[in-house]
């Protein structure tokens, strides 16, 4: 079996965000960028399910920290790394496009990604990808197991609803959680890896995004009133009395 | 042992035994603790050093025409009496021992219900290994000793040179001649065939612990306590089988007596968790006597983790040194789990909060998964100067405990107040520090301390300055020991030594002197691992305070249960009382109310643990510092 992992950086939400002098989008000067989160489940998922004889490939996007990020994915045991070149970073629809024409060169079995990731909240990369390549796709996957030619998917709904779907191989899958954790890969093999490793390159072409959703403005949430509290029941009382409510 | 790994331990080997052998003669690796076992310890040791000669005297004197001892001449009487007093010596001291283990039963004998043991210690092998060495001691003085006692009834009479066998000699006037030389025979026969009889099981028993102890401690490790071994093989870092740990952690086992004074001082195991220090020891021996052959034709290559110690037990450990400060024959069980860790954190097994605590180590430079800018947020409104921009005197790297922890920013305030008002040149890195990385290493976790440590250093050699300070006795470890490894050499200087200057010097003057009385807590990596106990306490006492010090003190001092990563980590299921809470009890129990610590650690620890066991209205935390700033009468900048 052959399993593609898609990877991508997104802004650590850990830094103050602040919005750049357009107003459309984040300041990425000041910006520190991770793995997304999902994205880590997605290749949790992926080492998995591959055994001994399975191939897991992880693919990025190129663009700064993705070979840190590659050479981690190494480390936790991808069986190949590749990254894609000639291709300028977009929404998720040109992305799609980008990794659409990456991984109809070779045939994988499955391909997984995060469900969503801070900077595509719809969700939107997996669907896209799975629209642009003909394949089933289901999302907010908490589970997969292969079966003979095709795979046992569990998908969650609001509310903790919980479905469980046949999907036919090849498919995509948007990964919300893996069965575990997803595990720590340690400097020291990661280091390992940039050492003895090497990342593949893969040139695709800058084909366009098709239709994308653009953003006209972006700003921090407003900050609310912030909360009093009150000592005792009396100074309630006065409050109430206050707003002609008693 | 020529299956482990290479340690050089060859440097000044005449000085090494020379030392060891002084120290052995002095009986001093025992001094530690149990003061009442060393003095049978004492009889016994002098008692069989002793005996090697009384064995060759009496070999001599079976063997040679005419060799007698008995109305000998003054060399010979002195022989005789101290032959004499030291059989009684071992005799009493043998009994005291094998009472103790088998009548008293002392619980510190005992491992954990839920310690992994290797099924030989497991059925009472060390039980057994006790009564046989016990037995053959009680049987081989004995015999000896009543055979001195017939040679009298032979030679007619007492000697004032052999008292004790004098005493027993009315037990035997009465017996005939033949029957006499007969039990004269046989009680030599005892006394040296029994050795004999002994020499094959010798090498396997605890007994060789007297001949592998001396050469164990004079072997032992002679860098700085506070630096681990670097990693032997970077592509496989560690080891999880005792062919991949340094030789002389091998050779630990074969010193080990199984006198569980380690894991009497452990905090993991009085704290009810899997791990026993001494079960570690012990296990290792039991399973190469068990596979000799084996281990000898292929290799120690089994993993410790199926019969050493559970992986439960790897993550119990604190990394407090109390194991190995406490053993007599200089064994290093935590420098064991420490490699177990290594080789556990390379291939991707520890427990899950680990590898998230890991992750933002890695990501943001800090434990506590928060941006690293806000690292400097604690110094608002006291005007620090940023040791990046300007040249100071004293570099404050202030770590990350002391940085983020909400117990702990209030003091780290009060740190720069004290500082500032003693008119020190001091700055702080306000951008780019990041944890100095010493449990991190400690958690097994080579690569990340590395780049950590790499990332600091580069960030250090861009500053100016004489000095650096720290609060933090695990930054201060790191800094201190282990960066000089990689490139960073500096004068690194703890604050209790930095305010003992600054008082002696009048820079800081106590003007508002405190009453009443305190006790303090040693910080492991500040007392154990750095030998600094002093400067905290006269700190302390020049606040105006009466020092009232816990039964457990200075190097004997007991881990608050958060080092070695464990402050990451949650509690193991069989934990019974955490080490903090016993510390509090500990306090108690000597009657202060005031419990001074000199880490920020300890501080959250403590803070939590007086809560927690129910002792918040009867004890209050603080730093060495809240009393400097209090004697000074320094007025606080509100954050």
């Given amino acids: 079996m052959k399993i593609a992992v898609l990877l991508k950086m997104v802004p650590d939400l850990v830094e103050e965000l602040e919005v750049d002098s357009t107003g459309k989008a984040l300041d990425t000067e000041e910006l520190k960028f991770k793995l997304n989160e999902f994205d880590d489940h997605a290749l949790e998922e992926a080492l998995l399910l591959g055994g001994e004889e399975d191939e897991v490939v992880a693919l990025a996007l190129e663009g700064e920290g993705n070979e840190k990020l590659l050479f981690t994915a190494l480390a936790k045991g991808a069986s190949r790394a590749v990254q894609l070149t000639g291709v300028q970073p977009g929404g998720s629809g040109e992305q799609a496009t980008a990794f659409a024409a990456a991984l109809a060169e070779s045939s994988f079995d499955l391909i997984l990604t995060g469900v969503q990731s801070v900077d595509d909240r719809e969700g939107q990369l997996g669907p896209l990808l799975a629209a642009r390549m003909g394949l089933p796709c289901v999302s907010v996957v908490t589970g997969v197991s292969v079966t003979d030619g095709g795979a046992t998917v569990n998908k969650e709904y609001s509310g903790g609803v919980m479905a469980e779907f046949e999907v036919t191989l090849p498919a995509v899958l948007g990964i919300q959680s893996a069965q575990q954790p997803p595990r720590y890969a340690p400097v020291s093999k990661v280091r390992q890896m940039q050492q003895t490793a090497t990342i593949e390159s893969l040139t695709v072409g800058g084909a366009g995004g098709g239709a994308e959703s653009e953003v006209t403005a972006m700003a921090p949430p407003e900050v609310g009133a912030s909360a009093k509290m009150l000592d005792d029941a009396a100074a309630l009382l006065e409050v109430l009395r206050g707003e002609g409510v008693a | ?639």
């Fill in chain 2, 1 to 639: 042992m020529r299956q482990g790994q290479p340690a050089d331990r060859s440097d000044k080997l005449p000085t090494r035994f020379a030392r060891a052998l002084l120290e052995v003669a002095m009986q001093k690796p025992l001094a530690s603790a149990r003061p009442l076992v060393n003095i049978f310890h004492t009889f016994i040791f002098f008692g069989f050093s002793f005996y090697l000669l009384v064995n060759v005297v009496d070999v001599l004197e079976a063997f040679v025409p005419n060799w007698e001892t008995i109305w000998q001449g003054p060399l010979a009487d002195g022989f005789n009496l101290l032959a004499d007093l030291f059989s009684v010596f071992v005799l009493v001291g043998m009994l005291f021992f094998l009472h103790r283990r088998f009548i008293t039963k002392p619980k510190v004998l005992e491992f954990n219900s839920n310690v992994l043991l290797h099924p030989g210690v497991a059925a009472g092998g060390v039980r057994r290994d006790s009564l046989i060495v016990g037995g053959f001691i009680l049987l081989h003085v004995g015999s000896r000793w009543v055979g001195s006692a017939l040679q009298l009834a032979e030679a007619g009479g007492p000697d004032p040179w052999l008292p004790t066998a004098s005493i027993l000699l009315p037990l035997f006037t009465e017996m005939e001649p033949g029957l006499l030389e007969q039990t004269i025979r046989a009680t030599w026969w005892l006394a040296l065939g029994l050795i004999l009889l002994f020499i094959p099981y010798f090498p396997r028993s605890k007994h060789i612990h007297l001949m592998v102890a001396p050469v164990n401690l004079a072997l032992r490790r002679e860098t700085p306590r506070g630096a681990l071994d670097a990693v032997q093989d970077p592509a496989q870092p560690g080891s999880t089988t005792l062919a991949g740990l340094p030789w002389p952690q091998v050779l630990d086992a074969f010193a080990c007596i199984m006198c569980t004074r380690c894991h009497e001082v452990c905090p993991a195991h009085e704290s009810g968790t899997p791990l026993s220090p001494s079960a570690l020891e012990i296990n290792k021996r039991y399973h190469i006597n068990a596979h000799a052959t084996e281990v000898a034709a292929s290799g120690a290559r089994q993993n410790m983790l199926e019969y050493a110690i559970s992986p439960d037990a790897v993550w119990s450990c604190t990394a407090c040194y109390a194991c190995v400060q406490i053993c007599p024959v200089g064994n290093e069980p935590m420098h064991d789990i420490l490699e177990l860790r290594r080789s556990l954190v390379f291939d991707g097994k520890m427990p899950d909060e680990l590898g998230e605590v890991l992750r933002s180590l890695d990501e943001q430079g800090n434990s506590f998964g928060e941006s690293n800018r806000r690292r400097s947020k604690w110094t608002r409104k006291l005007n620090i100067k940023d040791a990046r921009k300007e040249a100071v005197d004293l570099l404050w790297f202030v770590g990350d405990f002391a940085s983020f922890n909400q117990s702990c920013t209030a003091t780290t305030r009060k740190v720069a107040e004290v500082l500032t008002a003693a008119g020190v040149d001091f700055g702080v890195i306000r951008k780019g520090e990041r944890s100095a990385g010493n449990d991190v290493r400690r958690v097994g976790e080579e690569g990340l301390f590395e780049s950590l440590a790499e990332q600091n250093i580069e960030l250090l050699e861009k500053c100016e300055f004489d000095r650096i300070m720290t609060t933090d006795p695990h930054t201060y470890n790191a800094l201190k020991n282990e960066y000089p490894a990689l490139g960073g050499e500096y004068e690194v200087v703890h604050y209790s030594t930095l305010l003992v200057e600054l008082i002696e010097g009048g820079a800081i003057q106590l003007e508002q002197p405190l009453a009443g009385n305190a006790t303090f807590h040693d910080p492991c990596y500040l007392g154990r691992y750095n030998g600094i106990y002093d400067a905290p306490r006269e700190v302390i006492e020049r606040c105006g305070l009466a020092l009232v010090e816990m039964p457990r003190n200075r190097e004997n001092s007991f881990c608050c249960g958060a080092g070695g990563g464990q402050i990451w980590l949650n509690d193991h299921d069989d934990m019974t009382q955490r080490p903090s809470e016993m510390r509090i009890e500990e306090a108690l129990s000597v009657g202060v109310s005031r419990f001074l610590v000199a880490c920020p650690k300890d501080m959250t620890m403590y803070s939590d643990a007086a809560k927690t066991s129910g002792h918040e209205e009867e004890i209050v935390v603080e730093d060495i510092i809240d009393l400097v700033h209090s004697a000074m009468g320094i007025e606080g900048v509100a954050a």
